[in-house]
């Protein structure tokens, strides 16, 4: 079992305050993927991407955090570069078990919340070696934790996921971390009043410089963002 600290916890509540804050509607639920591959010259490429599942009387499809900008006339880049915050808190937070396990620790996080229930599922995939590329992933992950299966691909996203469900599964290690929502008041995008959250806004404005330097290290496919650090983090 995964050993948790001060500073994990206080980065989960950081985590969930940055999620709440992305998402400007009412909703159900939201799972949220991000991977960490470390390159041989110390820097860690991965991906991110979450869906959430809007609050209503009837049944709702699930919604790729990407759209909001153009559903709820968001400026995009300014989006985007939350979404890199996000990451980069992620990274903090993988950083900090290194420190925990000594050296090499999980390459995958699930994260997901419903009912007021926080849950985070760390895995141990071998993804440097993987013969599944980020965009099969994201396929194979919408399969197992948002149900879009068969009836709703298309050819290439079909042969991905039949060759995924026939295949031989290998054992990898898994860890879990389950916790309640605490946190109160949270504003989202739209309401947000930036004299409550200063230090998320200085937070922002530093990272959105850092972005703007390094354009040509983040790129969309399918929705799905890409990251590739620009140097060794020294959080």
Do not use: C
């Amino acid at each position: 079992m995964l050993k948790q600290t001060k500073k994990t916890k206080e980065i989960y509540e950081d985590l969930q305050r940055k999620i709440y804050y992305m998402i400007p509607e009412k909703w159900e639920k939201l799972y949220l993927y991000a991977s960490f591959i470390d390159k041989e010259d110390g820097k860690v490429a991965g991906e991110l991407f979450f869906y959430y599942i809007p609050k209503g009387i009837l049944k709702k499809n699930p919604v790729n955090v990407y759209e909001i900008p153009s559903k709820f006339n968001i400026d995009e880049k300014e989006y985007l570069q939350l979404v890199e915050i996000l990451y980069k808190r992620l990274k903090i937070l993988r950083d900090e078990y290194k420190k925990i396990e000594l050296g090499e620790t999980w390459s995958n996080i699930t994260i997901s919340i419903e009912n007021s229930n926080f849950k985070i599922q760390f895995k141990y995939d071998d993804l440097k070696n993987s013969e599944y590329s980020s965009y099969d992933r994201h396929i194979i992950w919408r399969y197992e934790y948002l149900g879009i299966g068969m009836e709703q691909l298309n050819k290439e996203e079909k042969e991905i996921l039949k060759r995924y469900l026939t295949g031989a599964k290998n054992f990898v290690r898994e860890e879990t971390y389950e916790s309640g929502i605490y946190i109160r008041d949270i504003k989202n995008i739209i309401d947000y009043d930036t004299s409550e959250n200063s230090e998320f806004e200085e937070k922002t404005e530093t990272a959105n410089k850092k972005v703007e330097k390094h354009e040509e290290y983040r790129t969309m496919k399918n929705q799905i963002l890409s990251f590739l650090d620009e140097e060794k983090d020294k959080s």
